[in-house]
């Protein structure tokens, strides 16, 4: 009797120990079947690439010809970025503008490059780095010849900057090559000879030569010669000294002499005006100044006097109107009177270059604020 209660303790027991146990312990969830086959990857995305959106805007109107009487109306209308430019110059159809920088690469070694614009947009047509460590000296009139000049200063070639850079002409002339120009009608390139003082005269587009021009004197060790405004004449500058030489006779007409150094001069379109800026003595005070010559007499005709010494100088199309880069601003000036007509104002530093279109309707200034401004007047 007494073994079968202890039995039955024991059972009892051991049930209520089991449900005592099963109480206390938490519920866990099965693990999840693994799955062992490959994930798939998320599949990669490539950008596309940009797609110029058409302006929706309103096209500007035509511009009107810039005149002494509207010329206090013109507006800066478009504005690119441009970085030390040396030289700025017009296609003869004023459809393109082309610019001639000189920067550093990353060794500090300078170098050049030629950039092709749009004359109406500013957008970028073509820019090219001068080969063979060269210098870009002059683009031509069509807007697509650029000379360049060795850096030995021994040879010159001319490039075509519409054609991948090809070269159509390439002369070893035996001197020093001091500058090159072309003719703004695209006739004729200049070669200048530093050793010899003279001019070579060069045939477009076959290269030859087609005369020397010489005669010019100076004791300075420095000059230029070449095209400046018209295709009639040559114009040498030395220092504080202008002198023209005529193209089919060589002859060389009056010597125009400054106080100071000449920064710039331009011949009218038609040869009868020379404008040069330099200082000069006026009513006992010197001042910076833009004189303007008569071509034929070498009398001066009227002084423009300035605040600032002027960079640049340039005639409009008809030669009435004469755009002076005077200091930030860019004035336009009334070469029968020398009246003064517009300053424009927008450029945050020293206006290094103005240039008229030959069309008449713009005016293009670039300066050291790296922004190159097309100026015109809109019928409005």
């Not at 090219?128 to 850096?151: T, V």
């Not at 040879?155 to 020093?176: A, E, F, N």
């Not at 020398?338 to 104002?345: C, F, P, V």
């Amino acid at each position: 009797m007494k073994r079968t209660n202890a039995f039955l303790f024991s059972v009892i027991s051991l049930i209520m120990i089991l449900a005592l146990a099963s109480c206390s312990l938490p519920t866990i969830t099965p693990p999840a079947e693994y799955d062992t086959s490959t994930p798939e990857l998320p599949t990669e995305t490539m950008l596309p690439s940009a797609t110029p959106v058409p302006a929706t805007s309103t096209p500007l109107p035509q511009p009107l010809a810039i005149n002494a009487d509207n010329a206090a109306k013109l507006l800066p209308i478009l504005k690119g970025p441009a970085s030390n430019v040396q030289q700025m110059s017009w296609s003869a159809d004023g459809k393109t503008l082309g610019l001639i920088s000189q920067n550093i690469d990353a060794n500090g070694n300078s170098t050049f490059s030629a950039t092709i614009l749009s004359g109406t947009e500013l957008t970028l047509k073509a820019v090219w780095l001068a080969p063979n460590n060269g210098q870009f000296a002059a683009i031509g009139a069509d807007g697509c010849k650029a000379a360049a000049i060795s850096s030995d200063m021994r040879s010159v070639d001319v490039y075509d900057l519409c054609d991948s850079l090809r070269d159509i002409i390439s002369l070893t002339p035996g001197y020093t090559v001091g500058n090159v120009t072309f003719s703004p009608d695209g006739k004729y390139m200049t070669v200048s000879d530093y050793d010899n003082m003279a001019a070579n005269l060069i045939n477009l587009p076959d290269g030859s030569l087609n005369k020397t021009l010489n005669g010019f004197t100076t004791a300075a060790p420095v000059f230029t010669v070449g095209f400046k405004g018209e295709s009639s004449d040559l114009v040498w500058k030395a220092r504080a000294t202008i002198q023209l030489q005529n193209l089919a006779s060589g002859a060389l007409g009056p010597a125009f002499s400054h106080e100071d150094f000449v920064s710039d001069y331009q011949v009218s379109p038609d040869g009868t005006v020379l404008a040069s800026a330099a200082g000069k003595t006026i009513d006992g005070d010197f001042k910076p100044a833009v004189t303007l010559w008569n071509t034929a007499s070498g009398s001066e005709l009227r002084t423009l006097v300035l605040e600032n010494p002027a960079q640049s100088v340039s005639f409009s199309a008809d030669g009435t109107l004469l755009a002076v880069a005077e200091g930030n601003d860019v004035q336009v000036w009334e070469t029968a009177s020398g009246n003064l007509l517009a300053t424009l104002k927008a450029h945050t530093a020293a206006v290094s270059i103005v240039a008229f279109s030959p069309d008449g309707n713009s005016l293009a200034s670039v300066g050291q604020d790296n922004q190159l401004i097309l100026w015109q007047v809109l019928p409005w």
